[in-house]
């Protein structure tokens, strides 16, 4: 099949986004499609070599009289001159805002010197469920969105959530997050639990960017609930607004020393190659990548039911979901979890889970995706 030439637009943060970008445009090289991020600064995750991969920063001159320097105006011209010289076929945008309304500029400059460049916009979340539906965003979100030629979401919630806040035209169609489990996998790090868990105590973990959405007062209330029943320690890995009254709140309820907040982790695999459990109470949720890097590693998972987790933890499977903020029902059944009867079973159908997402599966729905997209746009431009 003929190789492709893709553009590929992210946050190059550790968030799941960019971490869903990153690795997709370094399977898709893998592949001997040749891949051109276009971005702000090196994504965190792209961090190998491949005769296929190039990075392109934007540059985004400030001056005395912007306020807010004009990012969006950088990208668009960025994309501009990456489509143009590098002769791309298509340009993928992860999160719609502010990259598929960019992209929609660039498209239009480009016409107007005779390229035709296909867009994919694919939807990851909060630039749906919290910022895009804010009426400051969502005409232009909405716009972007229809002036998209193909649009992906991460789960059929998410796809839900775009039909029910926004006026859409146009088909999205699902494809959802990925794993590379030859990545993330288990691996032995026993000493690491011995200096963690030195009387062989559960180990829980949550993973997040800390903000509000996580709900990280939920994770330290069930652990203080859990702490109470069996010995157990807790690691916080992520940074973000929320940390300093998490912390505030482990002081108030005299639990610090069972508790370690490691800041933001590249190599979180290893972290999760020793946990028991991961928590994810989230207030909203359109997938949950953390999850699956979880479940992948054979950890277990408490989450609410938020969004598109149940699309990924089965109730009863590979964990337990709970209502948003029931913090008592999250901690019966961290302990049914917990229960050594029981935790090998979660943990065995974590991983049988997590396969179903192995990014041997999902690479070939967005190859598909990109050939069909390209040859729609192709004939509409005969017509
Ligand atoms: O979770 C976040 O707040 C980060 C956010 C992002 O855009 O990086 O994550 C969203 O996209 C991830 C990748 O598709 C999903 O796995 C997360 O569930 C989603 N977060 C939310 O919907 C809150």
């Known amino acids: 099949?003929?190789?492709?030439?893709?553009?590929?637009?992210?946050?190059?943060?550790?968030?799941?986004?960019?971490?869903?970008?990153?690795?997709?445009?370094?399977?898709?090289?893998?592949?001997?499609?040749?891949?051109?991020?276009?971005?702000?600064?090196?994504?965190?995750?792209?961090?190998?070599?491949?005769?296929?991969?190039?990075?392109?920063?934007?540059?985004?001159?400030?001056?005395?009289?912007?306020?807010?320097?004009p990012y969006e105006l950088a990208l668009a011209s960025k994309m501009v001159s990456v489509v143009t010289n590098e002769k791309l076929d298509l340009l993928h945008v992860h999160y719609a805002i502010p990259h598929a309304s960019a992209a929609y500029m660039a498209k239009q400059i480009l016409e107007t010197k005779g390229i035709r460049i296909p867009v994919i916009t694919t939807l990851h979340g909060t630039d749906i469920t919290l910022v895009g539906k804010d009426h400051s965003y969502e005409p232009v979100v909405t716009f972007s969105i229809n002036k998209s030629d193909g649009v992906t979401a991460v789960s059929e919630d998410l796809k839900r959530e775009t039909y029910e806040h926004f006026d859409i035209t146009s088909e999205i169609e699902v494809i959802p997050n990925f794993i590379d489990l030859q990545k993330f996998k288990k691996q032995k790090k026993d000493h690491f639990k011995k200096a963690i868990c030195p009387e062989d105590e559960s180990l829980i973990v949550h993973i997040s960017n800390f903000r509000k959405v996580k709900r990280i007062m939920d994770v330290i209330h069930i652990f203080h609930n859990i702490r109470k029943e069996i010995p157990s320690k807790l690691l916080m890995i992520g940074d973000?607004?929320?940390?300093?009254?998490?912390?505030?709140?482990?002081?108030?309820?005299?639990?610090?020393?069972?508790?370690?907040?490691?800041?933001?982790?590249?190599?979180?695999?290893?972290v999760l190659s020793v946990a028991d459990l991961f928590l994810l109470p989230s207030e909203?949720?359109?997938?949950?990548?953390?999850?699956?890097?979880?479940?992948?590693?054979?950890?277990?998972?408490?989450?609410?039911?938020?969004?598109?987790?149940?699309?990924?933890?089965?109730?009863?499977?590979?964990?337990?979901?709970?209502?948003?903020?029931?913090?008592?029902?999250?901690?019966?059944?961290?302990?049914?979890?917990?229960?050594?009867?029981?935790?090998?079973?979660?943990?065995?159908?974590?991983?049988?889970r997590a396969k179903e997402f192995d990014i041997t599966q999902i690479l070939p729905l967005y190859e598909n995706y990109y050939r069909k997209v390209i040859k729609k746009t192709s004939q509409e431009v005969e017509i």
């Open 240 to 270: 973000g607004p929320e940390r300093t009254e998490a912390e505030e709140l482990c002081r108030t309820l005299d639990i610090c020393d069972d508790i370690r907040f490691l800041g933001k982790l590249e190599a979180i695999e290893e």
């Open 284 to 352: 909203k949720e359109s997938f949950g990548l953390a999850a699956l890097e979880a479940m992948a590693c054979e950890v277990p998972v408490i989450s609410s039911n938020a969004g598109g987790l149940p699309e990924l933890n089965l109730q009863g499977k590979t964990g337990f979901l709970s209502e948003v903020g029931d913090v008592e029902d999250m901690t019966r059944k961290s302990l049914f979890v917990l229960d050594k009867n029981n935790l090998p079973e979660f943990k065995k159908r974590a991983l049988l």
């Open 1 to 69: 099949m003929e190789k492709l030439k893709i553009g590929i637009v992210c946050y190059p943060t550790f968030g799941g986004s960019g971490v869903v970008a990153t690795e997709l445009g370094k399977a898709l090289a893998t592949q001997g499609n040749e891949i051109h991020f276009i971005t702000y600064s090196q994504p965190s995750r792209l961090d190998f070599l491949n005769e296929n991969l190039f990075y392109h920063e934007v540059d985004f001159r400030t001056y005395p009289l912007f306020e807010y320097p």
